[in-house]
Structures are given as structure tokens and as C-alpha cells.
């Protein structure tokens, strides 16, 4: 159990649970108070809608409601067939697939087109004229209670992600400059094992600073978010830094495994270098940090190693706060 929920944001994912239940209950209301029977779309709209991007200016998905009305129209267009309801469910189902494909959500098809076409015919009767009126506007109905429970019940928050992610970046971190150091005290080789790691670790750190645009740009978009523009700025120097650290120790960490060579002073810059940096994205002070790093360089051996925890050093002190 602790491994299938290790990493997830659960309030996050909780707090997702609750807009949902709460937009898909709102909509069956209002549909209802409308003069709608049984409005199961108005429910179902906000149900697949809402995504809980932390980094979309309104966390629902355009395209699934899209996908939404599209289902909607097949469906009512079947029902106007003739066919039997086993060839309105073949059609409706080859139908809704390719224009989900076109309506895709991700990289994935958008499949709220043919669940919907099917709902629909299911739910059909004889009054089709009328049934086609009610399922249109009672699905815009839930479209627009999905955007506004969206929209005002706890809001996108990029900057919460954004820490939390650099939490993440911290521990990685540390850890890989911990087992690089220790593979220079023991001239161990270990490092070699881990290079895919340090790789991954460094890649997300990217990702991490692609999403920094995304995030300023949903809390400019979000009447809720203003406020967190001061802590996107200050997040945004730490984790440029994490990025650009994690990118030192891969770098590091591919020398070390070529090397293979034993040196406890440059171990000891190692660790020192690994103190500074997590200071810095902690937004500590790493000026001491730093100076043992630089004591620990003068008495190194290896000349290509000193030369790259110099430029790692070289590199913090230009990106921590003077």
C-alpha cells in the first residue's frame, strides 16, 4: 500500500474527488430544477471534464467536454435511424472512436465521444425530439458548472506543485552526490550503476523548469491565484538552480564511472558542493559551504575531477542569493 501511493499528491487527488462529486451533483440540480429527467449528462460532464492539472489556467479538459457534445449529437442522430439497436450501437461506437481520435485527449483517443453516443441511445425513448433538445442543453449545463466549480473550488495551484516537485529534486539530489562521493572515498565504481538515475533525475529537473511558463501563466489566468506570484518568482530561482545542479551531477557522475579512481579530498568537495546546493534550494545560506569546497579543491589530486566540482562551485555562487 505505501508503495502504490508513494510520490501522489493525495490532498491534491482528494480535493479532485470532492469537485467532482460536488460539480456533478450541483449540475444534476440545476438540470433538474430546469425541468430535466433524470439529467445524467449534466452529472457525467464535470465527472470526465475535470482534470486536475495543477498547471492549466482552468483545471477541465475543453476537449472531453467537446467530446461531450459529440456523443451527444451522434447519439441523437442514430436515433433517428431506422437500424436495428445493435447496428446503432456498432456505428455509434466506430463513429465516436475516429473523432475521438481527432478530439483526442493527450495522446490518448478522447473516448467521452462513444461513451457518450452510447449513453445516449441507451437512454433513449420515443419522444426522440424531445430527448435530443434536453440532452444538449443539460450537457452545457454541466459544462458550465464543471468550469466555474473549476475555476473557483480550490483552483490550479501550480506554486504547490511546483514545491512539492522541488522537494523531490532536493532528495534526488542529495542522494546522487552522496553516492558519487562515496564511490571517490572508496574508488568503489558504484557510480557506474547508476548513470540511468542520475539521467532521469536530471530530465525531470528540466521538465520541472518547462513547466515554470505553464504555472505563470495559470496564476495570471486564475482570479484566485494572484497572491502566489511572489512565491512563483522565488520558486523559479530554486529550481533553475535544482536543474542546473542535477545537470552538474550527471555530468559528475559520468566522469566518476569513466575514471574509476580513489580521492577522499575530492570526495570531501563532493559533499561540501552537495551541502551548498541544498542549502541554496532550501534558500539557505551556502557561503560556508562553498569555502570547504574550495579548500577541500586545492588539495585534490585528479586535475579533470577538481576541474568539474570548480565549475560546479563556480556555477552555485553565481545562482545563489548574494
Given at each position: 500500500m505505501?508503495?502504490?501511493l508513494?510520490?501522489r499528491?493525495?490532498?491534491?487527488?482528494l480535493?479532485?474527488a470532492?469537485?467532482?462529486?460536488?460539480?456533478g451533483?450541483?449540475?444534476?440540480w440545476?438540470?433538474?430544477?430546469?425541468g430535466?429527467?433524470?439529467?445524467?449528462?449534466?452529472a457525467l460532464?464535470?465527472?470526465?471534464?475535470m482534470?486536475?492539472d495543477?498547471?492549466?489556467?482552468v483545471?477541465?479538459s475543453v476537449?472531453r467536454?467537446?467530446?461531450v457534445f459529440?456523443?451527444?449529437?451522434?447519439?441523437?442522430?442514430?436515433?433517428?435511424t431506422?437500424?436495428?439497436?445493435?447496428?446503432?450501437?456498432?456505428?455509434?461506437l466506430l463513429?465516436?472512436?475516429?473523432?475521438?481520435?481527432?478530439l483526442?485527449?493527450?495522446?490518448r483517443?478522447?473516448?467521452?465521444?462513444?461513451?457518450?453516443?452510447?449513453?445516449?441511445i441507451g437512454?433513449?425513448?420515443?419522444?426522440?425530439s424531445?430527448?435530443?433538445?434536453?440532452?444538449?442543453?443539460?450537457?452545457?449545463v454541466?459544462a458550465?458548472?464543471?468550469?466555474i466549480?473549476?475555476?473557483?473550488?480550490?483552483?490550479?495551484?501550480?506554486?504547490?506543485?511546483?514545491?512539492?516537485?522541488?522537494?523531490?529534486?532536493?532528495q534526488?539530489?542529495?542522494?546522487?552526490?552522496a553516492a558519487?562521493?562515496?564511490d571517490?572515498a572508496?574508488?568503489?565504481?558504484?557510480?557506474?550503476?547508476?548513470?540511468?538515475g542520475l539521467?532521469?533525475?536530471?530530465?525531470?529537473?528540466?521538465?520541472?523548469v518547462?513547466?515554470?511558463e505553464?504555472?505563470?501563466?495559470?496564476?495570471?489566468l486564475?482570479?484566485?491565484?494572484?497572491?502566489?506570484v511572489?512565491?512563483?518568482?522565488?520558486?523559479e530561482?530554486?529550481?533553475n538552480l535544482?536543474?542546473?545542479?542535477?545537470?552538474?551531477?550527471?555530468?559528475?557522475g559520468?566522469?566518476v564511472?569513466?575514471l574509476r579512481?580513489r580521492?577522499?579530498?575530492?570526495?570531501?568537495?563532493?559533499?561540501?558542493?552537495?551541502?551548498?546546493?541544498?542549502?541554496?534550494?532550501?534558500?539557505?545560506?551556502?557561503?560556508d559551504?562553498?569555502?570547504?569546497?574550495?579548500?577541500?579543491?586545492?588539495?585534490?589530486?585528479d586535475p579533470?575531477?577538481?576541474?568539474?566540482l570548480?565549475?560546479?562551485?563556480?556555477?552555485?555562487?553565481?545562482?545563489?542569493?548574494?
Amino acid at each position: 500500500m505505501h508503495r502504490l501511493l508513494a510520490g501522489r499528491d493525495l490532498v491534491a487527488e482528494l480535493r479532485l474527488a470532492l469537485k467532482m462529486t460536488i460539480g456533478g451533483t450541483a449540475a444534476w440540480w440545476i438540470a433538474s430544477e430546469l425541468g430535466a429527467r433524470r439529467p445524467i449528462f449534466a452529472a457525467l460532464v464535470p465527472l470526465v471534464a475535470m482534470t486536475g492539472d495543477p498547471f492549466a489556467a482552468v483545471s477541465v479538459s475543453v476537449a472531453r467536454i467537446l467530446g461531450v457534445f459529440a456523443g451527444v449529437g451522434i447519439g441523437i442522430a442514430l436515433t433517428h435511424t431506422d437500424m436495428s439497436s445493435t447496428w446503432r450501437v456498432a456505428v455509434a461506437l466506430l463513429t465516436g472512436t475516429l473523432i475521438g481520435i481527432v478530439l483526442k485527449v493527450g495522446d490518448r483517443p478522447n473516448l467521452e465521444v462513444p461513451i457518450a453516443a452510447l449513453f445516449l441511445i441507451g437512454f433513449a425513448s420515443t419522444t426522440v425530439s424531445h430527448l435530443g433538445v434536453q440532452r444538449i442543453w443539460e450537457t452545457a449545463v454541466g459544462a458550465g458548472v464543471a468550469i466555474i466549480v473549476a475555476t473557483t473550488l480550490w483552483p490550479p495551484d501550480p506554486t504547490r506543485e511546483l514545491e512539492r516537485r522541488l522537494a523531490r529534486l532536493r532528495q534526488a539530489l542529495a542522494a546522487d552526490l552522496a553516492a558519487i562521493a562515496d564511490d571517490l572515498a572508496t574508488g568503489s565504481g558504484a557510480t557506474s550503476d547508476q548513470l540511468t538515475g542520475l539521467r532521469e533525475h536530471s530530465l525531470d529537473a528540466v521538465r520541472d523548469v518547462f513547466e515554470l511558463e505553464a504555472a505563470r501563466r495559470a496564476l495570471r489566468l486564475s482570479p484566485l491565484r494572484h497572491r502566489d506570484v511572489a512565491r512563483l518568482d522565488d520558486l523559479e530561482r530554486r529550481i533553475n538552480l535544482g536543474a542546473r545542479a542535477a545537470r552538474h551531477a550527471r555530468s559528475l557522475g559520468r566522469d566518476v564511472a569513466d575514471l574509476r579512481l580513489r580521492d577522499p579530498m575530492l570526495a570531501a568537495a563532493t559533499r561540501h558542493l552537495a551541502d551548498a546546493a541544498d542549502r541554496g534550494l532550501q534558500d539557505h545560506d551556502a557561503v560556508d559551504a562553498l569555502a570547504r569546497a574550495d579548500r577541500a579543491l586545492d588539495q585534490a589530486g585528479d586535475p579533470i575531477l577538481a576541474s568539474q566540482l570548480r565549475q560546479f562551485a563556480a556555477d552555485l555562487r553565481d545562482r545563489l542569493p548574494s
